[in-house]
């Protein structure tokens, strides 16, 4: 078994079924496999950031990850945008980049660049895989690793090592994401600010503006008398019959400023706390 062929064993196994692609040459050896693992969706996609776009967007409304398949540095910069997107959005993308050949790089092939250097700026886990034997092990670190985190993990794999053979089958196996531990003080904490009486917004983010989010925040917020908002720009935000409506939090820092008028506390659930997307003079940040 080759390394391209040990890492579309291990997507399969891990349930990463969807691949928004636009390979080239360092990639073939994954094109090729495709035809002996048709449990893998490849979807061919024109340009790079029609791949990454499509993999946030598919990311978003399964909660699951797809992957990508990028053609070297270059590829990689042309999608490097709606990847920012998706690590804003804390989709799960497993993001893989062909290189060039370990013995080629030195030469300094025109297509050559800092791959790890790009991808780390939108990626919370970046691994190059150095030999063949170690495709599955770490293509399945890349994927825990995405779904725990909700974020990019991107995989580098250089066109020897998907062409070489000698991948470890028996290490093809499900990886189950390390379960994310749950900060009990700051719960405590967020119940005494919401029983206090005092001045409440509650902010909401991630999947708390899914139905069972929303519903939740909506009572919250009616027992308690806080003002509940969702983040500007929400990874997805559930709507429909049923679903309690929620504002958003303004784009411009006066009105956010107008929105928060008065409260003392600022209750935060899947959300960060929020920024002005731009500065301007006298305005706060």
């Known amino acids: ?15 990463v079924t969807t691949c928004f ?22 979807i061919l996609c024109l340009f790079e950031g029609v791949a990454t776009g499509a993999a946030d967007g598919y990311a978003r409304v399964t909660g699951t990850p797809a992957a990508t398949l990028l053609h070297l540095g270059p590829g990689l910069a042309n999608g490097w945008a709606n990847l920012h997107n998706a690590r804003r959005a804390r989709s799960p993308v ?40 170690n495709v599955a092990t770490d293509a399945a670190e890349a994927i825990a690793v995405s779904v725990a985190g909700k974020q990019i993990s991107t995989l580098i794999l250089p066109a ?10 028996d290490e093809i196996s499900p990886q ?13 904490l967020a119940v005494k600010v919401l029983r206090s009486n005092e001045p409440t917004v509650l902010l909401i983010g991630g999947d708390a503006t899914h139905g069972a989010g929303l519903a939740a925040a909506a009572r919250i917020a009616a027992a308690t008398g806080a003002r509940c908002y969702c983040e500007t720009f929400p990874t997805r935000l559930e709507r429909g019959a049923g679903v309690p409506a929620v ?17 003392k506390h600022l209750v935060l659930a899947g959300a960060a706390s929020p920024v002005s997307f731009f500065a301007y003079p006298g305005k706060p940040s």
């Not at 692609?21 to 490849?42: C, I, Q, W």
Request: aromatic share 6%.
């Open 21 to 42: 692609a636009n390979p080239g040459t360092s990639e073939m050896h994954f094109v090729a496999g495709l035809d002996e693992v048709p449990e893998v969706r490849a």
């Open 247 to 263: 504002d958003r939090i303004a784009y411009f820092a006066e009105a956010v400023v107008a929105q928060l008028d008065g409260a």
């Open 1 to 15: 078994m080759n390394g391209a062929h040990a890492l579309l064993a291990t997507m399969r196994a891990n349930l």
């Open 160 to 169: 020897d090592i998907s062409w070489t053979e000698g991948a470890q089958a």
């Open 176 to 188: 189950p994401p390390k379960p994310v531990g749950v900060d009990t003080d700051a719960v405590a």
């Open 94 to 133: 497993v993001n893989i980049v062909g290189d060039h050949a370990t013995y080629h790089k030195k030469y300094d092939a025109p297509l050559e660049s800092d791959i790890d250097a790009l991808a780390g700026s939108v990626s919370g886990w970046v691994h190059r895989t150095a030999d063949t034997a």
